[in-house]
């Protein structure tokens, strides 16, 4: 039932509310009702204590004076609830005011330290656009270092280039100078030598024939000192008449037993002689046809040895004249001065080698003509020291024969066997005596080809006179050509020794100069090879350490440039959010100034014209009750009204918390 009268007293006041139109600034500040229901609630509060205050007067006379005293002192009741529900608004208001001030307070603490850190990130934004700016100058600095150099190594690789073919066409010159000089100069031998060996040519064919006509006079004397010798030739040619007709003569009184044992002796010696002539003969032509080839050989190798070396020679002159005219320094000399000493270098090496090895090959043909002069000259000396034994009798002839043809048979191996293809030795140049003494000992005495092919006919011819003239000569003296001729062979083979002796020590000394030569040479190129390997590792290793260097620049760059753009676009979006916010705190302070000042002046207009308004309560009881239901109402109202501004308040922190939170972590990140 009273719920009942309670709702049909609801519907009444609203109704009365409805008509009368107490509270018109409901519709108009609806806005505002939503914005701040607190407000509203208390201007439509103090709108209706106002229009129930002036309802109630039409029915006040009806009432008795107790029952005025006690509705007034209810009303009082009422007013001292409603005033002190105000103060607990107030209160509440008062407490959501500070708090929302210390809100207020703690955004703008954070603003200020995310201005502190966005202070602080411009300073460190700072700091790596400065680095960046030092990076950029190092790297500009390096790219115009690499390029200094790259310049400079081009003009140098430009200035060598034109410096190696300014050289290179001047070495051309040079060589072509040469080129035409050794031409000029070994066409000027080549006639000559030519000249002079078709001379010599001449001149040795003359000499063959005189030898040729001395040979064939000496072998009709000494068959016709033979005959006259043993007294019987051959039967059948004129020697042999003439000396049998001279036999008879000169012994008429001789047997037939005794003619027929000298016939028989006769022929015995004269099968001998033919059997000594016949061979010696063989063996002369086998020696001219021997000495033409050599002579053959000697125009040939004197043709080709003219023109080896010599071009390479005179090269190796001019450059040694080059680099001995001034001290060669290492450190200012330029890499094509470098490489063209160590070829000259290297040329003078081989040329070095090579005659080292020439002259080891001609020191060991040496010392084994050496020791054939020695065995020589020992077997001439005991010759001369006994002379007895060159003088042979008829007994021992054919001891000498055989000594002879072994002597004849050594000098002619020696000869043979000689790779030489001058054969010049003076060696070969002598010969055993004979009777024409005098062109034997000037042939001996002069080392050329003539020399040899006299010896060599000379050696042959006195092989097969020697036991003739031992069977013939068997009383001579001992002063005899033959010594005269081992003597004066023996005074050239002994000079002939003294001088190899100086040659042996001549090429020794030279093969140690070429040795010394040849070690300072190796020990140059060594500190060279050392010295270039050393500055090209050193050049290496400062380029990489430049490289490394860079990279590292480069990477810091890089690894500065993204850091740099994370931390702007954090601290943009960071101020940009916390901008947003400072609006919207500022937009909530402002719309709270307002709201707090628009209650301030109200709660002091409605309180004064609550103490100007005369209190007028209803007289009737029906009105009286009406109004206290109406007051209820209100208080219903403004509690649902509290709670609903209680809950969006709470909403709205319970955003602002998460906001706040999200912020500090995107700041904190």
């Known amino acids: 039932m009273e719920q009942t009268e309670e709702l049909e007293g609801t519907e009444v006041i609203n109704a009365d509310l409805s008509s009368d139109n107490p509270i018109s600034s409901l519709d108009e500040n609806h806005s505002s009702l939503d914005e701040n229901p607190i407000s509203s609630l208390d201007e439509n509060h103090l709108s209706q204590t106002a229009d129930d205050s002036k309802s109630p007067t039409a029915d006040a006379k009806?009432?008795?004076?107790?029952?005025?005293?006690?509705?007034?002192?209810?009303l009082r009741m009422n007013e001292e609830r409603f005033r002190k529900a105000k103060n607990e608004q107030d209160e509440e208001f008062g407490r959501h005011r500070a708090m929302f001030k210390e809100l207020y307070m703690q955004k703008e603490g954070e603003v200020g330290q995310a201005h502190q850190q966005s202070a602080s990130s411009a300073a460190e934004f700072q700091r790596l656009r400065r680095n960046y700016a030092e990076v950029q100058r190092e790297?500009?600095?390096?790219?115009?270092v690499a390029l200094v150099a790259e310049t400079a190594s081009k003009e140098e690789m430009t200035l060598m280039t034109e410096r190696f073919t300014q050289e290179i066409a001047s070495m051309e010159q040079a060589v072509r100078t040469m080129v035409e000089d050794a031409e000029q100069s070994t066409e000027r031998k080549f006639q000559a030598d030519r000249k002079q060996l078709i001379d010599e040519n001449n001149r040795l064919r003359e000499e063959n024939e005189e030898l040729s006509r001395r040979l064939q006079s000496v072998d009709r004397g000494l068959l016709a000192s033979l005959g006259r010798k043993v007294g019987v030739s051959m039967p059948g040619s004129p020697v042999n008449v003439a000396v049998g007709k001279s036999l008879k003569s000169r012994s008429p009184s001789l047997d037939e037993e005794s003619y027929s044992r000298e016939m028989r002796r006769a022929k015995d010696d004269a099968d001998v002689l033919k059997s000594i002539v016949?061979?010696?003969?063989?063996?002369?032509?086998?020696?001219?046809?021997?000495?033409?080839?050599?002579?053959?050989?000697?125009?040939?190798?004197?043709q080709e040895k003219l023109k080896p070396n010599f071009q390479s020679s005179q090269s190796l002159d001019s450059l040694a004249r080059k680099f001995g005219a001034k001290e060669f320094d290492l450190s200012t000399a330029s890499k094509s001065d470098i490489e063209m000493y160590l070829g000259v270098l290297q040329t003078q090496k081989s040329v070095l080698q090579d005659e080292a090895v020439n002259c080891q090959?001609?020191?060991?043909?040496?010392?084994?003509?050496?020791?054939?002069?020695?065995?020589?000259?020992?077997?001439?000396?005991?010759?001369?020291?006994?002379?007895?034994?060159?003088?042979?009798?008829?007994?021992?002839?054919e001891d000498s024969l055989d000594f002879v043809k072994s002597d004849n048979l050594s000098l002619r191996s020696t000869g043979d066997g000689d790779e030489s293809p001058t054969n010049n030795h003076p060696l070969l140049?002598?010969?055993?005596?004979?009777?024409?003494?005098?062109?034997?000992?000037?042939?001996?005495?002069?080392?050329?080809?003539?020399?040899?092919?006299e010896s060599l006919l000379t050696s042959s011819h006195e092989?097969?006179?020697?036991?003739?003239?031992?069977?013939?000569?068997?009383?001579?003296?001992?002063?005899?050509?033959?010594?005269a001729n081992y003597e004066s062979q023996l005074q050239a083979a002994q000079k002939l020794e003294t001088r190899l002796k100086q040659d042996v020590a001549n090429a020794a000394?030279?093969?140690?100069?070429?040795?010394?030569?040849l070690k300072r040479e190796q020990q140059f190129r060594s500190d060279i090879d050392i010295r270039i390997t050393k500055s090209m590792e050193e050049t290496q290793t400062q380029i990489s350490d430049l490289y490394k260097r860079l990279s590292e620049s480069?990477?810091?760059?890089?690894?500065?440039?993204?850091?740099?753009?994370?931390?702007?676009?954090?601290?943009?979006?960071?101020l940009r959010e916390m901008a947003g916010e400072r609006e919207k705190a500022m937009i909530e302070m402002n719309f709270l100034s307002k709201e707090n000042d628009r209650l301030v002046d109200r709660h002091s207009k409605h309180s004064r014209q609550m103490q100007e308004e005369t209190i007028s309560l209803p007289t009737e009881m029906e009105e009286l009750h009406l109004h206290l239901l109406q007051y209820r109402e209100d208080v219903i109202r403004n509690r649902v009204a509290k709670e609903h501004t209680e809950e969006r308040l709470q909403n709205e922190l319970q955003t602002r918390d998460s906001v706040v939170e999200m912020l500090s972590k995107e700041i904190g990140k």
Do not use: W
């Open 509 to 517: 000394r030279a093969m140690d100069r070429l040795k010394d030569d």
């Open 361 to 397: 090959r001609e020191l060991g043909k040496a010392q084994k003509l050496l020791d054939q002069e020695r065995e020589l000259s020992q077997y001439l000396q005991k010759c001369l020291n006994n002379p007895q034994q060159r003088m042979p009798t008829k007994n021992n002839s």
């Open 429 to 453: 140049e002598m010969s055993l005596p004979s009777d024409f003494d005098t062109h034997s000992t000037a042939s001996a005495s002069t080392p050329t080809t003539s020399g040899f092919e």
């Open 139 to 144: 790297l500009a600095e390096l790219k115009s």
């Open 463 to 483: 092989s097969g006179s020697s036991p003739k003239r031992t069977m013939i000569q068997a009383g001579g003296s001992d002063k005899c050509d033959m010594c």
């Open 62 to 74: 009806n009432l008795s004076k107790e029952e005025l005293v006690q509705l007034v002192a209810d």
């Open 278 to 302: 016949l061979p010696l003969e063989e063996e002369i032509k086998a020696l001219k046809s021997q000495l033409q080839e050599a002579v053959e050989k000697v125009d040939y190798y004197e």
């Open 554 to 574: 480069e990477k810091l760059l890089i690894e500065s440039q993204e850091a740099h753009g994370k931390s702007r676009k954090a601290i943009e979006h960071a």
